[in-house]
């Protein structure tokens, strides 16, 4: 039986999908740019190669909701291969981004073909669903700073490098105050607070982006 942890972790999805005979096309997008939006046709499931991408759900009273912030080497839209057959949220572009597209039908006959992509995707899935179990307890149970905290942290895909500084691209506080749950206000209040503490470093108008430093790990470890 094969290692599906080890196979996936030595496979290089990004190089395979780019490789000839795999039907697919490359689109990029400007920053703030729209990939799809809730309601359209689910017929595609992207790859996302160079840059940020949001997901969000808007819901009936026009709120709108951050579920998840994706970077390079993230599939997205896999929806579509469970039977969904319109988005139920959006992708947006939050950096300048490059995405491989690849049709429903080609992705289904490459994952029954190819058992290397077929693990990756699964650890893929596999580690979205812990993921959204993990987002759910946090706000069920965390405050807004210790959520705050950890999503800087899931920005800066720490665990997934090895410096103990990284640098989260330009993101407004509107959008760090959706994902969070809380206000803009108490956003700014705890960006101040952490850059205070020396947690992390920014412009007043984060359009430097900002530097996240490992030590803010300390704020969701502490009870």
Request: proline content about 2%; hydrophobic content about 40%.
């Amino acid at each position: 039986m094969r290692d599906m942890s080890k196979s996936a972790a030595r496979f290089n999805a990004r190089a395979f999908l780019e490789s000839a005979g795999v039907s697919k096309k490359i689109v990029e997008y400007a920053r703030s740019e729209g990939i799809f939006s809730q309601g359209d046709p689910g017929d595609s499931v992207f790859y996302l190669q160079k840059g940020g991408v949001k997901l969000s759900v808007l819901s009936k009273a026009g709120r709108e909701a951050v579920v998840a912030m994706l970077g390079p080497g993230d599939f997205f839209g896999e929806g579509c291969l469970a039977g969904q057959t319109v988005r139920i949220g959006s992708a947006t572009a939050i950096t300048p981004a490059t995405v491989l597209v690849i049709a429903k039908d080609e992705m289904v006959k490459v994952l029954h073909e190819q058992h290397e992509l077929s693990d990756r995707f699964i650890a893929h899935v596999l580690s979205r669903n812990v993921r959204i179990e993990q987002d759910l307890i946090d706000q069920l149970f965390n405050s807004s700073e210790k959520r705050l905290a950890r999503a800087l942290l899931l920005l800066a895909r720490y665990g997934q490098q090895d410096k103990p500084r990284q640098t989260v691209p330009k993101i407004s506080q509107e959008t760090l105050s959706e994902m969070v749950g809380t206000t803009r206000s108490r956003v700014n209040f705890f960006m101040n607070k952490f850059k205070r503490l020396g947690f992390i470093e920014y412009d007043g108008d984060l359009d430097a982006g900002i530097q996240i430093n490992s030590s803010l790990l300390s704020v969701v470890l502490h009870d």
